[in-house]
Structure formats: C-alpha cells, structure tokens
C-alpha cells in the first residue's frame, strides 16, 4: 500500500506548460482516495503553490 506520494511540482507534476492534466490530477485523487498522503515537493514559495491545493 501506497502512504506518500512527494513530487516534485515543476516538470515533474506540471506539464511543461505549467499546467496540472487531468491524467495526473486523476490518479493523485485516486491514490488519495486509497489513503495516500501527497506532499508537493518544491522550491516555491507557499504562495507559489496555494493554487494546487484549493487555496487553503
């Protein structure tokens, strides 16, 4: 069983234009359904990310 998933947020979970696809939000809302954690991994600011996780 999957616990965490931590990635990386640009070129890895971003396409290279920046956007999240429907792929991948797909299977993120999938693995955290099964119970897995997901943690963004990044050198951003919290500001710079807010936007991926509903603005909380």
Request: glycine content about 10%; hydrophobic content about 45%; aromatic content about 4%.
């Amino acid at each position: 069983m999957i616990k965490l998933i931590a990635i990386d947020v640009d070129d890895t979970l971003l396409n290279p234009e920046g956007k999240l696809t429907n792929t991948t939000a797909a299977a993120l809302r999938e693995a955290a359904m099964r119970g897995a954690h997901i943690v963004l991994c990044t050198g951003r600011p919290l500001v710079g990310v807010r936007d991926f996780f509903g603005g909380h």
